[in-house]
């Protein structure tokens, strides 16, 4: 399949370490979060790779290996594989990854599971800017549908909990300004001035929002110039 870029859900930027969640689709064909924020690399070949270690990342690996082997975690695999390897670890949930990037998919109770991923950068940033939540969280609050929390995250470490509260906050900010959950768009492959574009139209979609235009300065400043000021980068750079 080649090399290829994608884009940041909230931004339209092009990606390259990111926060990874999988979405589930409603009967209203909107999406919502089906598991917590997972951090890696988009691997160019499609994939996310690098996953850092958290014991909800633990939880995860484990329930989704255990859905997938005894059926009631579906993959529709495309006709480039015959098998995806979901081991209860992370190379088995970087495998899952791969089958989103590349034409397939997982379903659950017939509701159709997808990927999306926003940049590391500007998740940082809104992440921040959301501020902790609630002390504590319900897990039906934070994932859609239950039944497939529970199957994910079946006992919930502390940590795990405190990420699902910090989480929640994040959902509630983002809803707030209408910015919804969708599924990772096709790949493209974007040229240094495809990219420099990209950040041109985000700046100029959400500059009335701080948080987002600080995560996109850091985006630049790494992708870029260190030395790229705020105001350089609202001018375009």
């Not at 509630?172 to 495809?194: H, K, M, V």
């Amino acid at each position: 399949m080649g090399m290829f870029d994608n884009q940041c859900m909230i931004t339209g930027i092009k990606l390259d370490q990111v926060v990874c969640v999988f979405l589930v689709e409603r009967h209203d064909g909107s999406h919502s979060p089906c598991t917590l924020p997972i951090f890696g690399r988009r691997d160019p070949h499609g994939s996310v790779v690098d996953i850092e270690a958290h014991p909800s990342v633990e939880s995860l690996v484990a329930g989704l290996a255990s859905a997938v082997k005894v059926g009631r975690l579906g993959l529709r695999i495309p006709d480039w594989a015959t098998h995806i390897d979901v081991s209860p670890d992370r190379t088995g949930l970087q495998n899952f990854t791969e089958l989103f990037f590349r034409g397939g998919h997982a379903e659950y109770a017939e509701a159709r599971l997808a990927l999306t991923l926003i940049e590391r950068h500007v998740w940082d940033a809104v992440w921040s800017a959301a501020g902790r939540g609630p002390s504590t969280a319900d897990m039906n609050s934070v994932l859609y549908p239950p039944q497939l929390a529970s199957t994910f995250y079946s006992e919930p470490s502390r940590e795990t909990v405190e990420l699902a509260s910090r989480f929640r906050a994040l959902q509630i900010w983002l809803a707030a300004r209408d910015i919804p959950w969708t599924p990772l768009r096709n790949g493209d492959q974007f040229d240094e001035r495809d990219v420099v574009n990209l950040v041109a139209t985000a700046v100029e979609r959400f500059n009335a929002e701080p948080a987002i235009i600080n995560g996109l300065l850091d985006y630049a400043r790494w992708e870029f110039d260190e030395s790229l000021t705020l105001q350089e980068l609202l001018d375009g750079f």
